[in-house]
């Protein structure tokens, strides 16, 4: 139930503004002693002729308050007290009937969107930065699912441009066929970094890699065989990746896709007296818009990533007709994109302006950055293994008898990582702290399936419980009493409860998944403040317990589904 909106109704029916200059108006109080929702009167004053606070006080004398406690003026404001029973009971039963679609508006239904997420460079590993954009765009393409849009997740895999010239005489040069066989991310990466330190003794290997680059563009069967040779090794070690993390992608179309394709956009551009001679290179003036111009093909021929991205976009919306066009793509690439879609702009496309980058930080260990050229990269295969060993040896200190405790390592361990880039806002910056991502206090991911474990425990003893024939009768005839769930820390639970669905809009609108993060971590906390004040396994008022147990259930189910939209399973047990 949305009790914002019916409190923006009720006042609608006195006082001339629309329902959604209302709703905007409508204020959360700063203290939970002044009620749940507060109107200004500031913005009537002039039509109505009269103060605020005498607004206040006559709204509060006409407006019907059915559902709610009390409605009372505090000054000029109009102040909305829930019922608190009706409240709860409306809540935890919504909850309990709706279970894993709780939270689902179906507010996407007949819209396409596309996700690009992830987009590896192949032949090159897999390392810890990539996961950024890899679990942003995994858990906007559940979110937005999850409200009933039509989603394609794409992985636009980097596999064409003039590094794999590099790689191809790399290979030709250096290569261990054994080594290739057994490792092959480490062995091309491998002689990819040894190019670059022969390189920099020896620069005409630079023109080397363009020839053989330009041969790849020309389809020359030696350089696709090897080309193809690359790719399919990297896809075999990136879905290994995937299926660990649970991402899955609908296209694996890349850069690559889009080649045959470039010409025609390339056509076009020129066919609107777009395409600019700059040294050699085909360019696209954007001065008058204070953005440097977007280079479609350099002075060699060759094409570049904008050429291959307005194909791509140009291809995507022929295709899907989307709604939205996302991005997942790192901030250091933000004039990268500007120069794209106004360029789709010039070019006549309206549908330039339903393109979207979603941009997000870096991720670095103290001060030590990472470098595929250079070699010093952190593979995120080997980051995954240490937090599920680490989580693992937590386990075997706390609960050594546990049972599936390497199952429970691993969802808490890859859980933990997850939640650590999705906790704040995407933009900021990452710097990793072992101990306090795989602490169980605090704001972690270990903390919020600690909650769910905790909960469920509750939910397995009260049912242990309930077996016994002397309570089994009573329970099984007696309703929930949910004006019994009285108490601050039931109240602000429940209160959390109902919020999932407008975190969920939030995430949406700002395409953040921080704003579910962070909303399931107030759930947590909530929770946590209930069971430490509360014993429901010795409560003799059996209608007060079913009620107190329906609230445990209804918790257990919205961390289940907020957890899902980021990525993250649940563990029963802990």
Known sequence: MDYKKIVAERIKQLVDLDIETIENLIEIPPRPEMGEFAFPCFQLAKTMKKAPNMIANDLKGKIENEGFEKIECFGPYLNFFLDKGVFIKNTVEKILEEGESYGSSKIGEGKNMIVEYSSPNIAKPFHVGHLFTTVIGNSLYKILSFEGYNCTGINHLGDWGTQFGKLIYAYKNWVD????????????????????????????????????????????????????????????????????????????????????????????????????????????????????????????GATIYATRDLAAATYRKKTYDFHKNIYVVGKDQALHFKQVFTTLKLMGNEWADDCVHVPFGTVRFADKKLSTRKGDVIFLDELLDQAVAKTLEVINEKNPELENKEDVAKKVGIGAIVFTYLKNHRERDIVFNWEEMLSFDGETGPYVQYTYARAKSILRKVGENSNKPETNEIRTNVEPDYNKLNSKEEFELVKQLEGFQSAIMAAIDKLEPSMVTRYVIEVAKAFNKFYNQHNISNLEDESNKKAKIKMVESTCQVIKNALNLIGIEVVDRM
């Open 177 to 300: 066929e054994d080594a290739l066989e057994k490792e092959p991310i480490n062995e091309l990466l491998r002689i990819y970094v040894k190019f670059h330190e022969e390189a920099d003794l020896d620069p005409t290997l630079n023109d080397e890699a363009k020839m053989y680059f330009r041969k790849l563009e020309d389809g020359c069967v030696d350089e696709v065989k090897l080309w193809t040779k690359f790719r399919d090794l990297s896809l075999v070690e990136f879905k290994k990746l995937y299926k660990t993390l649970n991402v899955e992608f609908d296209s694996y179309a890349g850069e690559s896709f889009y080649c045959d394709k470039m010409d025609d956009i390339i056509k076009d551009i020129d066919s609107k007296g777009l395409l600019v001679d700059s040294n050699g290179a085909k360019v696209v003036m954007l001065d008058e818009y204070n953005i440097p111009p977007c280079i479609i093909k350099k002075s060699d």
